[in-house]
Every structure is written in structure tokens, then in C-alpha cells.
């Protein structure tokens, strides 16, 4: 934890990856590829079993019954959406699109103060954000209820406990991608910035934003996907009108629904993938300098791609 290892610095280079040797290349083609299958196949069968009658004791009949029990809509007069799971996937929607840039914001603004500012308690501040990461989910539920169930902070029963509790639970992850990406940031782009007479606050938006759009995009993915999947934290948590997609699905778990619990969370794989991709486009990437490689003849293969961030 205390090594720096700077790979983006000011200096250009060729952009052209190293190739692998053949048998490192092999290897891990066979531990990655199977795996993958593997995961795609326990998702396909998430996905084909919202579709069907039961495909937990052989009935592979095609049906749309789940998807209308869950998600029905009315058009009579304007649209009216009738379904069970409505309420939940809206409310879930909605909490974790507004923990997710909180959560990415704040972890990579303490990852930049850690970082790249010298202050007393420094270490004891990146020690206190990986706390959360140390207590279990249920414990944090709890822990939530007894802290905010009294005034004057009395949240408990509203969604704003929802959001705090997603913001401070994955909060670890934005930081530590945060400090992993500035670690590889030579702190020579800050100072030739704060020498062009650039502030501190527009070298960071900048400068050093730009560079750490890797970073973002994992802090917001994953902040949103762990809200829309998260049980342990928030079971303590939720209410009659701010209830979680995960605790409706275990509620029809556990009422034997087991086919209706696999559409809803059909829904939630569709949603997650389009949020992930839109956040991916959104922020875009770090484009680092490339070359395009050279034919034997001679010439270049393709037209060099512009460097920039």
C-alpha cells in the first residue's frame, strides 16, 4: 500500500500493448472462458425462466403471465401501471440513481484530498472511509434504525436513509479506485498545471478528471448496481412506501412465487445492463496517445488516433 507505481505520466509513448507469450496467453484463456460461460448460462437461465410457466419443475411452455403480473399496465384514460412491482422498481430506480454520483463525487474527491494533499490525520481519513467495508450489511441496517429512529435526525421510514445508507456502505470502492488510478498519475501533470497559474480545484477538473474517467465509471456502476441489489444493509431499513426491488423479491421468495420473484429480476438484469452501458457512454474513457502498427511494407495501417483525455 505504501509502493507508487506511475504508468500515465507527461512523457508520450507508442500506445501499442505488448503481446503475451503464447502459453500465458493459453492459460488464461482457460481459467477466464469457462467462467464466463459459466455466468452466462446461470444468467440465461434467469432470463428464460421469467418466460415461462416454471422452469423449476419442467413446464418450459412459453408465458407472458409473470412479466403482466409484475408490470402491467393500463391505458384506459392515460397510463395506469397496474402491476405488483411497480412501486419497488421506481422507488429502487430512483434511490440508486441518486446515491450513485453522491457515491462516485465524494469517494473520488476523498481519493484526491488522500492523495495528493499533505495534512494531519491523512491516513486516519483513509482509514475511516474502508471502515464500512469491515462491519457486515446487517449490523450497518441496524445500526441505521438505532442511529436515525429519534429526533432530531428522525429518518427512519424515509428514502433519504435509503441513500445515505448506499452512499457510506460502497463509499470504500469509490475511493480506492479513485487512489489506485491517481497512483498512477505522475504528480508532475499537477505541478506543470500549478505552474501554467491553474488553482487547485481547476487543476482537479481539468487535469486530473479527465484522466481518472476509468475510475468514475467503476465508482458509478458499481454504486448503482449494489443499490439496486443490495439486501443485508437496507432489509432494516425499508417501508410500506419506499419498499426495494431485492425485498419484494425476497417477499415472493418466500411466499412460494418463485417464478414471478425470476421475472422481476429479469426486469432488474435489463435495467442494469442499459444503466451501465448509458453511464459507460456518458462519461466516456481515458484516451491515452496511440499508434497504429505498421505493415511490413512500411507504411502505417491505419491513420494514428489523436491523443487527449
Sequence with gaps: GKRRYTTVTG?????????????????????????????????????????????????????????????????????????????????????????????????????????RQDFRGRRTLEFATMLSFAIPGTVVGVSYVMAFNVPPIELTGTA?????????????????????????????????????????????????????????????????????????????LVSAQHNLATVYIVGRVEAGEMALAIAYSTVLIVVMLAVVLGIEKLVGRAQIGRRAPVTPAGTPAAAPVRAGA
Design 160 to 236: 433519504l436513509i435509503l441513500i445515505l445508507c448506499f452512499v457510506f456502505r460502497n463509499l470504500p470502492v469509490g475511493v480506492r479506485g479513485g487512489l489506485a488510478a491517481l497512483a498512477q498519475i505522475d504528480r508532475s501533470l499537477d505541478e506543470a498545471s500549478a505552474t501554467m497559474g491553474a488553482s487547485a480545484l481547476a487543476t482537479l477538473r481539468r487535469v486530473v478528471l479527465p484522466l481518472l474517467r476509468p475510475a468514475i465509471v467503476t465508482a458509478l456502476a458499481y454504486s448503482f448496481i449494489q443499490a439496486m441489489t443490495a439486501v443485508s444493509a437496507v432489509i432494516f
Design 11 to 115: 512523457k508520450g509513448d507508442s500506445g501499442l500493448p505488448a503481446p503475451l507469450p503464447r502459453g500465458l496467453k493459453l492459460g488464461a484463456s482457460l481459467v477466464v472462458w469457462p467462467w464466463m460461460i459459466f455466468t452466462a448460462l446461470v444468467y440465461g437461465i434467469i432470463l428464460v425462466g421469467g418466460f415461462v410457466h416454471d422452469i423449476g419443475r419442467g413446464d418450459m411452455s412459453f408465458t407472458w403471465r409473470h412479466i403482466v403480473t409484475a408490470f402491467e399496465v393500463e391505458m384506459e384514460g392515460g397510463m395506469a401501471f397496474r402491476g405488483s412491482a411497480w412501486d419497488s422498481l421506481f422507488t429502487t430506480i430512483q434511490v440508486a440513481a441518486l446515491a450513485a454520483p453522491f457515491t462516485a463525487g465524494l469517494g473520488i474527491l476523498l481519493a484526491w484530498l488522500i492523495a
